[in-house]
């Protein structure tokens, strides 16, 4: 079985995405270009997840409950779990070791989460494009701790990348890592890790832009509870191209 996936999505809480990126219309785009299993990544925070659950749900989308946290070396990182509550927990727990930066939406964008409806339940004060006081190892060792899936994000992007930051990959528990081309890779050694591409939506007109194909082989992608199934998805993420 192969999947079209994308694992790189932002919706209107993120301060760079269009307010008109609500979950609901993120999963009914997702599904108009044939997604058929995708994460929602806010910067920092998760709290558009359970409408994004209930949006895929409607659809018939397997979703994934994401995080592009920004860690203490501002390296983007894609967390990604089966269980909303682990993504929550997370945002959380970031949000909590965030500096006190208060958004101005007027100069920085707006930050809303919003129910399975779309209408609004909040606005989060923090900025959240800023760095938690959390490294990049300690990161990648709480994420797998709670069974989730670790992607550094675009690390062939000249800012906020590993390769930005650290000057190299290092050696780290990654399930893969994300590129904006393939099989160019923007002349980064990526050490033989296999590859992605993910839309980076900030945007309608950007979702699914980047989309990839997941070979499960006989695995499913779900569980017997209907949420993703991460075991698998991390088998299959292990036989996309290393090069």
Partial sequence: MTLRADFHLHSCLSPCGDLSMSPSAIATLLAERGVQLAALTDHNSALNCPAFGVACARVGIIPLYGIEAQTREECHTLCLFAECDAALDL????????????NVPEKMGDQVFVDENDDILGEV???????????????????????????????????????????????????????VRMPGKGGVDTRGYPLITSSDAHYPEHVARRAFDLDLADDSPRKTDGSADV??????LARRPRE
């Fill in 125 to 179: 004060e923090k900025y959240l494009i800023a760095s938690a006081d959390m490294g990049i190892e300690d990161l990648a060792r709480y994420v797998g701790e709670r069974n989730g899936i670790v992607i550094p994000a675009h690390v062939d992007r000249p800012a906020f990348s590993l390769t930005s930051q650290l000057g190299f990959i290092p050696d780290g528990p990654w399930d893969a890592l994300e590129v």
């Fill in 231 to 236: 075991a698998a998805i991390r088998r299959a």
């Fill in 91 to 102: 945002g959380q727990t970031l949000y909590e070791l965030m500096p006190p930066v208060m």
